[in-house]
């Protein structure tokens, strides 16, 4: 299954797009067109290895050129634990 739009696992967790100083997303996957929020949102949902990440939206590898890039994502948000802040309501 190709992943066309980000699933529920994925779009349950808030990352910020129009607050200054934070980069919009970046594509790491045209063929299931992945960002690197996709990516983060799985790793910190479990994800652990790009097959994972892969599983998590619900789509599987096609051509391979984004593997290294979804491991490299998926090591750095490991590492420093990048988690959305939570803001209490007003």
Known sequence: MICNHAPAMVTLLWFPTTIEGCAPPMYVCLCNALTDRHVRAATLAGATRPSEVYRACGCTVQC????????RIVNETAANDLRPELLAAD
């Open 64 to 71: 391979g050129t984004c593997s290294t890039t979804v491991r």
